[in-house]
């Protein structure tokens, strides 16, 4: 009998163990539950006043008024750059203007953003819908938004110091040096160009400077061999200047470009899309010819 009852002594407590371990499991149940339904309601469409159904990401902009885009703060003609008038006109504010319209709403410019990096980052950081500022593609940027469709291909150039570069050269040929660089590069700091001159030239020696103009300017003193950027600046920056000739080499690639895109927040995968879209029916789709002409 005393065994007996030890035995049915054991196995209540057995069943009393595995109960009290029982409830931390089930309890570990409910948390992906819980996210679950926070991920669906994230992503539950939206139903506007019209009776229109709209993804979370166009109704927080459709029912905000506006399409808030980041731009840097300088001008950068023919993409950005307020005119005589004071209006603000270019490639990159029509493209904004246009996808603005497509949605139904206005667009605002956001030029708080004093570096190209930080266009991205007011976009990541969720002040702004969009991000559209000369903006090429890159792997630190990549880190915090996501890429639109290109909407802009530039190739790659070189503003060469003719005295430097003969002296960085000697006999050999122009291919082979400029392939295998050792000498600085002026670049513009915080842009695209600085991770652009990391990866194309591994050899050299980069040196930032706040704006174009000081790279140029740098690039013609001989304070660096050469001046790197987008084929457009540097052919409309000699077409301004014909005097930069008698001292600067415009050097320009076939195998390297910079493609331009619009940035968009990680959680704004609807207006990505609708944004690619927007890209891919434009009727007049800018090139570096036609922009060069234009401006013309």
């Known amino acids: 009998m005393m065994r007996a ?36 309601s994230r992503f539950a469409m939206v139903q506007m006043a019209d009776g229109r159904l709209l993804a979370p990401d166009i109704a927080r902009i459709v029912n905000h008024g506006e399409l808030v885009v980041s731009m840097l703060s300088s001008d950068n003609p023919p993409f950005f750059s307020v005119n005589k008038k004071g209006e603000l006109v270019g490639t990159d504010v029509d493209l904004a203007k246009l996808i603005a319209k497509e949605l139904g709403v206005p667009v605002r410019f956001d030029r708080s953003a004093k570096t190209f990096d930080a266009v991205a980052e007011v976009v990541a950081a969720g002040q702004a819908d969009l991000g559209i500022s000369r903006l090429a593609r890159t792997l630190k940027r990549g880190q ?42 002026g670049v513009i700091a915080n842009s695209s160009w600085v991770e652009f001159g990391r990866r194309n030239f591994p050899n050299a020696q980069l040196v930032a400077f706040p704006t174009w103009a000081e790279v140029v300017n740098a690039a013609k003193t001989g304070q660096v061999v050469a001046a790197y950027r987008d084929e457009m600046e540097v052919l409309q920056y000699v077409n301004n200047d014909p005097s930069l000739a008698l001292t600067l080499r415009t050097v320009t690639f076939n195998d390297l470009e910079s493609p331009l895109s619009a940035m968009v927040g990680v959680r704004d995968l609807t207006l990505l899309s609708f944004v690619n879209e927007v890209i891919a029916q434009r009727a007049d789709k800018p090139t570096v010819s036609s922009v060069l002409k234009s401006i013309k």
Request: contains cysteine; hydrophobic residues 60%; glycine residues 4%.
């Open 5 to 40: 009852a030890l035995a049915a002594v054991a196995t209540v407590a057995t069943m009393a163990a595995m109960l009290c371990l029982a409830v931390p499991a089930a309890a570990q149940v409910k948390p992906p539950a819980v996210a679950a339904q926070a991920t669906e």
């Open 144 to 185: 915090m938004v996501h890429f639109s469709s290109t909407y802009m291909r530039l190739g790659h150039a070189l503003l060469i110091n003719r005295i430097r570069f003969a002296e960085l050269a000697g006999d050999r040929p122009l291919a082979q040096v400029v392939r295998n660089f050792t000498g600085t590069i």
